[in-house]
Each structure stands twice: as C-alpha cells, then as structure tokens.
C-alpha cells in the first residue's frame, strides 16, 4: 500500500508512547483471555457433558445412595443403551491439599459409557485382571508424577480401615482439550469387599447412556417414575442439564467476570483514545499541510484510523500470544482448584475482535476531529 | 526551592481530559482489587464467624469434615460426662449433629442448590447462643419442623415463615426463622437431629459431629485429653473457630489467587497508561520545564513536582475507585463451599484497611508511573527544549 | 500582464474579481477583502506586500482554494474554483497548487525523498515513474545528496528547498508561497530566492508570494500592496497611488 510507509513513520515516532500503547492493549487482550478461560473453565462441566447421557442420582438428596439392583430395572427401560454406576470414595492421599476425584467404576461398562476417556487395550486388560488395580487419569499422574506399576495408598475415614493401596494399571487421556484428566478410578469388586456389611450394594449414582439424545426427555421421566414412591426415589437428568445446575450454585462468578471484562474495556478505549487524541493534535500543523497539498478531509481520517488499528491489532496479537503461552502455568498455580484452563480458538477470535472494536473505536474522534478541522486555522496557529 | 504546588495543581486542571483518564485508569484497577480481597475477605468472614471461642467441636478420628464424620450414640454419652462441658438446667451443653445436602430450588435461578440442612438437638440455641430465633419459634422435638437461617429463606424458594414443604419424602413445615450473625449457619436449614436420620435413612443412633459448650474456653484443653485419651472413644476434639478456619481455605484461596492474578494485571496496564499520561504532560510542557529549569530550578525540584502531579492524579483514582466499590459492602452472594458441597451465601466485607491499602496501591501505581517521566522531564537538555517550537 | 483593476483580457492564467472576504470575530463582523480585483498571466511573479493583518495570508488561501470567498470569483486556467465543490476543489489544488509556508512543511518522520513524494502518491504514477519526478525536483533545488535525510538533520534552508521541491514535483499550474523566507537568515534567504527566480526565468513557473522583506520582494516582477481590502500597485518607494481605474503595466 502506498501510504504504508507514511502511515507507519507516524506510528513509531514517538517510541515510548508507542511501547506503552501497545503494551495497554497486550495487557487489556491478555486480562481478555485469562478472563474468557476462567469464565470457560467454571461452565466446562456443562460443555463437555454429553448430550446422550443421563445422570441418576438419589431424589433426596446427592449424598444418599441408591441400590444397585436398581440396575436391572433401568436397563430394561427402552432407550438406554449402556448403565454403569459410581461412588464418590473421597479419600486423602497424604495431604488433604492433594485432591482429586476418586471414582469406584464399574470396569464392565466404564469406556462404553464414557468413550472419550481412552485408556489403551493393554493397560486396561491389565486392570481388569487386578482387584487391587486402578486407572488415574493423566493431568493427576503428571502432576504427582506417577508411573504405571506405582502402588498408591490412600486414607479413608468414611469407608472404615485407613490406608487403601492401589496399583498403577493405567493412565487415561481425554479425547477432547477440555476432557477431565484428573480422575482415579479402582474396581467396584475391591470397593464392595472391603466396606463394612451395611452399607454394602448401594451406587452413588448411575450414569446411561442412550440409544438417542431425543429419548433423554422420555427415558429420565421413565426412570424417576419407575421407582417413584420406592426407599431410594430417583431423580435423572442429562448429564448437561446436571453440570450446570452445579455451575449455576456459582451463580455471581459470571457476573463478576462481565463486570471486570467490561471495566476493562473502557478504561482501555480511555486510555488509547486520549493517546490518539494527543497524537493527532501534536501532529495537526502537518495534517494541514496534508490537506493543502490536496490530500483529502477523507483521507486523513483514514490515515489516522488505519494507525490506531494498527497498534491496536499489534498489541492485541502480542497479549492473546502471551496469554496462550501464559495459561498452562496458570493453570498450574490453581492445580486442582479448577477444572484445565483451555485457551480456545473462539476466545482467540473474540479477543482479536475486540483489538479491532477499541482500535476503531479509539481513532474515530480524534479522526473525525483531523478529518473536520480547517487548514486555514491550523496553519494559523503557527 | 521547590517549585510552587500551585502549578501543578493549575497545570493538571489545564489538561484535565488526560488527567482524567488516568485517573480512571487508577481508579478502575483498585476498585477491582479492593472488590475481589472483600470478597475473599467476606467467604472467610462468614465461616470464621461459624466458629465461637467458647464451642469445640468433636468429630470421629481421622475425619477432615463433618460431612465425613461418625460418631455413636455412647460416644455422645461419654462426652456428655466428660470434664470441661459446661451445664445448664437443660443438662449438659452437647448437642449431636447430622448434616445432609438436600436439593432446594435457588430463587435467583429456579435450579437447585445443594443446601446444608442441619439435624440438631434441641438446646442447640444454648450452645450456639450467637443464634437466635427472631421471627417464629424453635422446632418442637420429635416433630417434621424447620428452623430456617435468614440467608437461606432469602436465597431458597418456599422457606417462608408458615410454608410446608416436601423433601425426603416428608412433610416439613417452616416454624422460624434465625439469625446467626453473619455466620455460614444463616444458610442453613435446621431441625431435629433424629428425625432428619430417619429421613436420610440414616443409621438412628449415629450422628456426625457433636459441638460442645465450654465452661470456659480455657478448658478446651483439659476435655480434648479426656476425650482422646479414653480408650472407648476415636475422636479429635478442635476448637470450632479453627475447624471453620480450615473450611474455608479452598475457595478462599481459589478467589484470593484469581482476584491477585487479575488485580495485577489490571495494576500493570494502569500503570501504562499512568505512563502514558505524564510523558505526554511532559512532552506537551516542554518549554515550560525548560524554562523553570533555565530559571534557576534545580532537577531535584523538577522530579519532585512531577512525582507529586503523579501523586495526585493516583490518589484521586485511588479514592475514586474505593469510593466506587463501597456500596457492594454487604451485597450478598452465593457460591458452592466444595469442601461441605453445599451452597453458602456471604457478603463482600470492605473494611477500613482494605480501602487504606487500596489507596496505597494507587500511590504505588503513581509513582512508578511518574517516576521514568519526571527524571526525562529534569534530565532533558534545557537549551535544545527551549529550542522546540 | 498583471493588472489590478479587473480589466485584464481572458488570456489571465489568474483572474480574480470583485473578491470579498468577512470573518467574524468575538462577535464583530471584519471584512477584510473589499472587491479585489486580480490579474495574473503565466509565467509572472508576483510579492504580495502589506502590515500584518491586512488579509495577505487570506488572500492566498482564497487562490489556493484553500477557503471560500464571502463574494466574488477566482478562475485559474479557466476553471471558475469558487463554484467548486469541497471534493472537488481538493482535487483541483492536488493538481494545479504548489504551496511553500514559513515553517512545518515538512513531516518530520519522513525523509526528504519521501516528504517530496507526497504529492505524487495522490496520483496513479507507478513507484519507478514517481522517483524519477523525485530525483528531477531534488535536482533542480540540488539537493539530490541528501535524499534520505531527515527534516532535522537539514538546515533551514536545506528545508525550504526540500518543500520546493515538493511544491514542483507535480508540474503544478502556478506557486503559492507564504513568507517563504521568514524563519531563515539572510545567507539563506537568498539561495531561495535565487532558486525561485530560476524557476520562473528558466522553467516558466508563476509564483505568487507574500512577504515583509522588502528585498525579497524586489527580486519578484511586481510588488503589490494590499490596502483597505484590495490590492494596490506599489513602487520601491513604498506603498502606491491607488488604482481603481487603469492600471500601470
């Protein structure tokens, strides 16, 4: 283009100010994404939750169990393909500060239920095959960098008699970035064994999955009604309807994070937009002598919108940069607090859309103020 | 000499419009900041308030919450005989509890929450006396009645005063309603501890925690080594203050880490454009700076005024920003406590030195910002600034 | 042929008549053209003398095209530009107006060759086709040497040849220059002034300049003086009989 050289001469004339410019907008896009990631990371139980799958829980409350021979019943229930069933088992490996989920699963019909977890053939027969054995999933692995063959003992008040070992059998990957890798699973058979008799052949809950998503509506209602008025009512529903009513007792962290995001904003189109405005009022006996030679009102405009998005789009691309590079070490830091902080391609575009509204949106005053004014006063003003 | 306040007091009124951008700058960074600590401030607030001095608490060995307790009924009976309890003419001051999660609708959504309902004895008042009944009465024992904490009734739908509703497969009605000074028990749902066990089919005589009332809290000590060192008993025995205390560090630390990370991002582009702004000022005053310093102005002088402008400008943002967020004190808000899964309502908790160190991050983030400006603006050569047009 | 009293031929490159201009300030209406009139032929050069304030600088912004008259008209080469449109009349000044001023002429963040290729950017000539108008203006001013230099690594003079050369690049129809020689020394003054008589003598050019200094003023064909809102002619004695009918050639 032309002009490039014009339009890009004027950009890095005063250096600092151009530093501190596109540093404001690097800091603005990269507080963006973290923003975006957080706000993702609190709603990812809703996104990743299939939509053919039904959580089944006991209707009074979730702590409260429900009977495996519920089990038969459900699978006759014309729509549900797979059934397998959970306990949350709660226990502490060393320190309280370590948590992760642990799962007890059914093996027979874990990876029909949950395909997207994927733990190879070889390292699941093995796990099969040993009462003792267990499955971690590969975020918990690393993070306390287990290895398969690994024996892993870990404290239980709930279930009676302290320390229970594991061994390493297997790691599992998620399909998907967002998967949970965090999860340890061991066998229903050693759960069974080793609680103490009363409490015995009960599930936490049951997870189906079904033949079609347009049967979840019919087949909960079939569920719940089927043992409606029973010892352990149930109450089913999808499995994202389930995480997001989880998110939604977050309630005001949405809202809290729009707040932010939009203070942010703001402040940001203030401080280009006065830094523009500066710039050009610097500049107007040269935009004068622009207009004399017979560039036009248009033209200057131009010029001066085409430097803020310049510097806006330079900015933004080096703080969403900085940002990707960024959230894996920040998701470090709230280990286990959060589900993994995943910077998408979405938040990538959205980010660089707003680069591009407060790049625009800073030039147009003080554009339209170099594109109105006369040549005549400016010139005078020497 | 030092040059005289008033000019930069008139000379930040000349360029208001940049003055005052980075005053928003400032301003939105520490309301930001002071937001997101009385948040975290205000979660702990509420569960240490659960807490009293004179109240320990007894849990089954090895447990790390109530949630995961058990604790029979002669273990209740031998604590109930042990040294340090206090008494009053309703007997000793013990009362054994159940807690469960139950499924109640949230008013501001219409999808369930998970809400503590707290199956307690019923001279619970006596040992928690910061809890009192102020409209209705307590629940009568043996009966399916509600005591119903404020927050909850605000927060849950159908816990009115007079309302019967249905969980566990019974029938509840609300008889009152208590406050429990800002504690994490105003979100919580009580009543008898036996009838609650029945409904959760529960085991009936096994409870889950017990909290006794000192006779003073010095005794602490003395019922924490009766209790522990009686061979028919598996218990820990922890001041109530410290065991809400430990409750609450996961989502404290949770919003004390995410509220810092975006604080000092916030705090790094106010700084930008605090920068922005005086190197601006100083290139816009040029030839003023010359002149003062062709005058006879010392570059110390020249700092010094610069650093002072900056200083104004942040603590204006700084009590612009405090000021802005003061009306959140006390706003209530709801968030899961993933250690007792249960939903807990708390309020933002300003206090006067959260504001006073809001402030001071202003200044800081003022100086640095006017700082690298006002030593360019004293170390320019004077001839070659007088020279500018 | 240069002639004040609005009876010059068609064959003017310039022709101004009855040329009004009022300005309000602070309220008060100030007018300060009266019915001026204006004859200028190709090839002319003309100083435009006169005490501050006397509209000297509006009069030249008026032939630039640069404001719009109260009353009155201005044709150059036979286009009558008071009746242009704004878009237009940027066109028309790209075209056919050389300016110089007293000072900011030039962008300080662009190079000399740069600032000189500014005009020709607004035109449909390729990058080679452009440096070679380039490389000829830098070498009428000579200063094809410096090229690549910065406005502030030039002297005053040096700058004012740069701005010379830009005014030129484009083969304009005619030269505005406002107190091109206000901001130099003397030394300086008169390489400029020797460039511009070489402009008109050796190229052809017209040049209409306003000035204080007298002596430049004496190196222009003819001085004129603008007085109570028109032009007046002016002898090296000083300031001229009015003319309001007849001119003297």
Not at chain 1, 181 to 206: M, N, S
Request: with cysteine.
């Amino acid at each position: 283009m032309r002009f490039l050289s014009l339009i890009s001469a004027n950009l890095f004339r005063k250096k600092i100010r151009f530093l501190l410019t596109l540093g404001s907008f690097a800091v603005a896009l990269f507080l963006f994404a973290f923003l975006a990631v957080v706000k993702d990371a609190f709603g990812r139980g809703s996104d990743v939750a299939g939509a053919d799958r039904l959580v089944i829980i006991n209707r009074v409350s979730i702590i409260n169990t429900i009977p495996l021979k519920y089990r038969d019943q459900i699978l006759r229930i014309p729509g549900v393909k797979y059934i397998t069933h959970n306990n949350w088992f709660g226990g502490i490996y060393q320190e309280e500060k370590n948590f992760f989920p642990q799962f007890v699963i059914d093996p027979e019909n874990q990876r029909q239920v949950f395909p997207e977890l994927i733990v190879p053939d070889d390292q699941w027969s093995a796990f099969l095959k040993d009462r003792q054995g267990a499955i971690v999933g590969a975020r918990t692995a690393t993070r306390f960098g287990w290895r398969i063959g690994d024996r892993i003992p870990i404290k239980t008040t709930i279930w009676g008699g302290g320390a229970w070992e594991f061994n390493i059998d297997g790691i599992y990957h998620g399909k998907r970035q967002e998967d949970d890798e965090t999860q340890f699973w061991f066998q229903w058979d050693q759960f069974e064994e080793r609680i103490p008799a009363g409490i015995k052949g009960q599930v936490g809950w049951y997870v189906v999955k079904l033949e079609s998503p347009d049967d979840a509506v019919r087949v909960a209602k079939a569920i719940d009604q089927q043992f409606a008025n029973s010892p352990s009512e149930t109450k089913t529903e999808t499995e994202s309807a389930f995480a997001a009513s989880w998110v939604k007792q977050f309630g005001n962290i949405q809202f809290l994070i729009v707040t932010i995001g939009t203070v942010v904003f703001f402040t940001l189109l203030l401080v280009t937009g006065n830094t523009m405005a500066i710039s050009v009022r610097e500049r107007t006996p040269e935009l004068a002598v622009l207009k004399a030679i017979g560039y036009s009102d248009r033209m200057v405009l131009f010029f001066v919108l085409a430097e803020s998005l310049i510097i806006a789009l330079m900015g933004g691309l080096f703080g969403l940069g900085l940002a990707y590079l960024a959230v894996p070490a920040l998701g470090a830091a709230l280990n286990g607090l959060l589900p993994n902080l995943v910077l998408s391609l979405s938040i990538l575009a959205s980010g660089l859309g707003v680069a591009l509204v407060v790049g625009v949106a800073s030039g147009l005053l003080p554009g339209i103020g170099a594109m109105r004014m006369s040549v005549v006063n400016a010139l005078r003003r020497v | 000499m030092a040059i005289p306040l008033i000019y930069n007091v008139r000379s930040v009124k000349a360029r208001w419009t940049s003055a005052i951008v980075a005053v928003i700058g400032i301003a939105g960074t520490v309301g930001v900041f002071v937001a997101m600590l009385s948040l975290a401030r205000g979660f702990r607030a509420t569960l240490v308030a659960s807490g009293s001095p004179g109240n320990a608490l007894v849990l089954r060995a090895g447990s790390p919450s109530e949630m995961m307790g058990g604790v029979t009924l002669d273990t209740v009976k031998v604590i109930q005989d042990a040294p340090g309890i206090a008494r009053d003419s309703s007997g000793p001051l013990v009362t054994q509890e159940v807690v469960g999660v139950v499924p109640f609708p949230l008013i501001s959504t219409g999808t369930d929450a998970n809400v503590q309902v707290r199956g307690v004895s019923s001279n619970v008042l006596h040992i928690r006396t910061f809890v009192k009944v102020v409209q209705g009465r307590m629940f009568e024992p043996g009966l399916s009645e509600l005591v119903v904490g404020k927050n909850a009734s605000t927060t849950y739908a159908g816990l009115t005063l007079g309302n019967t509703i249905n969980f566990g497969g019974g029938k509840w009605k609300v008889v009152g309603i208590f406050d429990a000074g800002g504690s994490a028990f105003d979100s919580e749902v009580w009543c008898d501890a036996r009838i609650l066990n029945q409904v959760l089919k529960r085991p009936e005589n096994i409870f889950q925690s017990v909290t006794v009332h000192l006779s003073s809290p010095d005794t602490f000590q003395q019922l924490k080594d009766a209790l522990t060192s009686d061979p028919r008993l598996n218990v820990d025995v922890t001041r109530e203050v410290d065991y809400y205390a430990k409750q609450s560090t996961t989502l404290t630390r949770l919003i004390t880490i995410l509220g810092g990370i975006v604080a000092s991002i916030m705090a790094i582009g106010a700084v930008f454009g605090a920068l922005n702004t005086m190197y601006s000022a100083v290139a816009e005053r040029g030839r003023e700076i010359a002149t003062m310093r062709a005058l006879g102005f010392g570059t110390v002088a020249v700092v010094f005024s610069f650093l002072v402008e900056a200083l104004l400008i942040s603590f204006v943002g700084g009590s612009l920003g405090c000021a802005a967020v003061m009306p959140l004190n006390g706003l209530t808000t709801g968030a899961m406590n993933w250690q007792t899964f249960s939903h807990l309502a708390f309020a933002f908790k300003i206090t006067p030195e959260l504001l006073i160190k809001g402030v001071i991050f202003a200044l800081v983030m003022g100086i640095v910002g006017g700082l690298p400006p006002a030593i360019r603006a004293a170390s320019r050569p004077v001839a070659s600034a007088l020279r500018e047009l | 042929m240069i002639r004040v009293d609005g009876n010059g031929g068609s064959s003017s490159l310039i022709k101004v008549r009855g040329l009004n201009k009022t300005y309000s300030r602070g309220g008060e209406k100030i007018q300060v053209l009266q019915g001026l009139n204006l004859d200028v032929d190709k090839g002319d050069f003309v100083a435009f003398m006169g005490p501050s304030g006397s509209g000297k600088t509006t009069l030249l912004n008026l032939l630039g095209g640069l404001d719009v008259p109260s009353a009155g008209s201005i044709t150059v080469a036979g286009d009558e530009i008071t009746r242009m449109s704004a878009r237009k009349l940027t066109e028309w000044r790209a075209r056919h107006v050389g300016f110089i001023f007293q000072m900011y002429n030039l962008i300080p963040v662009l190079t000399a060759f740069q600032n000189i290729e500014l005009p020709l950017l607004l035109t449909k000539l390729s990058k080679s086709e452009r440096r070679k108008h380039v490389e000829t203006a830098l070498s009428i001013v000579n200063l094809a040497d410096r090229m690549h230099h910065y406005p502030r690594q030039l002297s005053g003079g040096q700058e004012q040849r740069v701005s010379i050369a830009r005014a030129i690049v484009s083969d304009p129809t005619f030269l505005l220059c406002d107190e091109p020689t206000g901001d130099l020394d003397r030394k300086s003054a008169d390489e400029i002034m020797a460039l511009v008589d070489e402009l008109v003598a050796k190229y052809g050019k017209t040049v209409l300049m306003v000035t204080h200094d007298p002596l430049v003023a004496a190196r222009a064909h003819t001085t004129l003086h603008l007085e109570k809102g028109v032009l007046v002619e002016g002898t090296r004695s000083g300031a001229g009989q009015s003319v309001l009918a007849g001119g003297i050639a």
